[in-house]
């Protein structure tokens, strides 16, 4: 069983998913800070699906193909999307902390980043960590 | 009558010779010539001035047990236990500086010399000898890349743990004082050491309950501006934590890369030098440094 | 789960016992202005050793309710943020600025007790 989904419609799940993907990160070796990291940026990935698209879900699954082996976390909901996505990773990023998107915050925790989001159709965000 | 006489012999043969029946020759005759054979082999890396770091008798040793690993892996067809042996005999030899072109040089000297006593052997027969070196060869390539791989790999974690030692190393947190820790940062400061840095800095003002800790970068010749936000990264993160963080001999280089690309250096308490980054602290931290004599002169009204 | 708050003299403790959702956060907030008023405080911590997360919405709602308080004439100091916890939130641009934290507990009581006696001694100092 590789792939865990988690459902995100209230805020108690965006403490759920992040919970789950720090025992995850753990359970593959990952270092304390490093299941941190993961767990923040899921806790952002689930924050914005509530946010803009009112539920979506969290898939958390395990790259181990090779050494090092890896974790992806992939948000997925079907709200209205993002119509400038340039603008979203310039924009969310706020050292006050303000109600940005915090896109570029997630992408600077995790050690890839993937955004898929059209207006209208939803947006998919995938990142990934490997175990260094 | 000739003619009978091959047929006969090739019918037993070819029942004798699968595969797996050659092998079982091929290790019976191994194993009855080990004390030879060991030797000869022993005699070829001397020869060879293979394994130089070590003296003859260990040579011997260890060429006993290559060879028994060896005919086992040959016997049995499975690798875990020369794999393990190779891993074993890697974690030995690589601390007295053995090459990996000695290891891959006495396992084909081994794969040479077994080779050269079946051909003794079985000059007779040259179709048996064909079959035989046919079993022989797969297995023995596949025995001398597991020892040559076993080798390298030890040897790369070998210099994986060596250089995370002198990461380790290179960036000691230092306690002066009761709250107050220093971190003397000394040459090259790359992403993975700059995070590494970080954590340990962190950790470091949790366990000694650190209050001030001054960030010396002295010794720091160069700083991107990657390298120039982490450190302001450090810097914001040890104030969460409680901690304010001082930071000292920055170059004037330095300084003009900072302004350069822009870094946020309001957030960061700067003084010139090690000494006056201590002594800041210390105000900080409530100390008064008083010589010895005034305190003398105090006491005495 | 609701945060418990303690009230020590002129300070309030809220000690933070388990990972909290967003309106855990927001009540704890509510709860410790409304107190600040009752008791008259003069000081707060909140003390967040167990969090192991602390996000955008968790960072905000932690600043303001350190400017609510400070409008209500107290100071609030945030104590206890976990090493792992700061590295991330500093990745995030989280910096909680213009708030203040201590290491723990004991900490944040002696930071209280400057930044309020000195209040109260020599008002010129402030």
């Known amino acids: 069983m590789d792939e865990t989904r988690i459902a995100i419609r209230v805020d108690m799940d965006v403490v759920a998913a992040r919970q789950s993907g720090r025992a995850l990160a753990v359970e593959l070796g990952f270092s304390n800070t490093d299941a941190t990291l993961i767990a923040t940026a899921i806790s952002e990935l689930a924050r914005n699906i509530i946010l803009y698209a009112k539920e979506g879900?969290?898939?958390?699954?395990?790259?181990?193909?090779?050494?090092?082996?890896?974790?992806?976390?992939?948000?997925?909901?079907?709200?209205?999307?993002?119509?400038?996505l340039e603008q979203a990773m310039r924009l969310g990023y706020s050292t006050s902390g303000s109600l940005g998107m915090g896109l570029p915050g997630v992408s600077r925790l995790m050690d890839e980043f993937k955004i898929d989001s059209r207006p209208g159709n939803g947006t998919i965000v995938t990142v990934k960590k490997w175990k260094r | 009558m000739r003619k009978n006489s091959d047929h006969h012999t090739s019918t037993r043969s070819t029942v004798a010779h699968t595969p797996d029946q050659l092998l079982s020759e091929l290790v019976a005759h191994l194993r009855q010539n080990r004390t030879q054979l060991r030797e000869e082999w022993a005699r070829r890396i001397t020869e060879a001035q293979l394994l130089m770091a070590m003296s003859k008798e260990e040579i011997f040793a260890e060429a006993t047990s290559v060879y028994d690993n060896y005919v086992e892996a040959l016997e049995t067809g499975t690798l875990e236990a020369l794999q393990a042996y190779s891993r074993n005999l890697s974690e030995r030899i690589i601390p007295r500086g053995v090459e990996t072109h000695e290891v891959v040089g006495i396992v084909l000297l081994l794969r040479d010399v077994l080779a050269r006593s079946l051909f003794a052997k079985y000059q007779g027969d040259f179709d048996k000898l064909n079959r035989i070196l046919d079993a022989y060869e797969p297995a023995a390539n596949r025995i001398a890349i597991t020892v040559a791989v076993g080798f390298v790999q030890e040897r790369e974690r070998t210099i994986r743990d060596q250089q995370e030692a002198i990461r380790e190393l290179s960036t000691p947190v230092l306690q002066v004082r009761e709250r107050l820790l220093i971190l003397p940062i000394i040459g090259l400061i790359d992403p993975h050491r700059a995070r590494q840095l970080t954590e340990q800095l962190l950790r470091a003002i949790r366990t000694n309950r650190a209050k001030v800790v001054v960030i010396d970068i002295t010794g720091v010749a160069a700083m991107d501006s990657n390298v120039a936000n982490h450190l302001v990264l450090t810097v914001e993160a040890s104030r969460l934590l409680g901690a304010t963080v001082i930071v000292t001999g920055l170059s004037p280089e330095i300084s003009q890369t900072l302004v350069n690309i822009g870094v946020d250096l309001s957030k960061m308490n700067t003084v010139g030098d090690l000494q006056g980054g201590i002594e800041e602290a210390?105000?900080?931290?409530?100390?008064?440094?008083?010589?010895?004599?005034d305190v003398a002169a105090i006491q005495q009204p | 789960m609701q945060v418990p708050i303690l009230k020590q003299?002129?300070?309030l403790i809220a000690s933070i016992q388990s990972a909290l959702s967003d309106a855990d956060l927001m009540q704890l907030r509510?709860?410790?202005?409304?107190?600040?008023?009752?008791?008259?405080?003069?000081?707060?911590?909140?003390?967040?050793?167990?969090?192991?997360?602390?996000?955008?919405?968790?960072?905000?709602?932690?600043?303001?309710?350190?400017?609510?308080?400070?409008?209500?004439?107290?100071?609030?100091?945030?104590?206890?943020?976990q090493p792992e916890v700061a590295f991330a939130m500093v990745q995030l641009g989280l910096t909680l600025e213009g708030v203040a934290t201590a290491l723990d507990l004991e900490e944040g009581l002696a930071y209280l007790d400057l930044k309020t006696i000195k209040k109260v001694s020599n008002p010129r100092d402030g």
């Open chain 1, 57 to 84: 879900e969290i898939i958390l699954s395990v790259l181990h193909k090779s050494e090092p082996c890896g974790i992806v976390v992939t948000a997925r909901d079907k709200g209205p999307g993002i119509s400038n």
């Open chain 2, 282 to 293: 210390e105000r900080l931290l409530g100390y008064r440094v008083v010589s010895v004599r």
């Open chain 3, 9 to 11: 003299g002129a300070y």
């Open chain 3, 30 to 81: 509510d709860a410790l202005v409304a107190k600040v008023s009752t008791f008259r405080s003069r000081g707060v911590i909140v003390d967040v050793t167990v969090l192991d997360v602390m996000d955008s919405f968790a960072s905000r709602t932690l600043r303001d309710l350190v400017h609510m308080i400070q409008l209500r004439g107290a100071t609030t100091v945030i104590v206890g943020i």
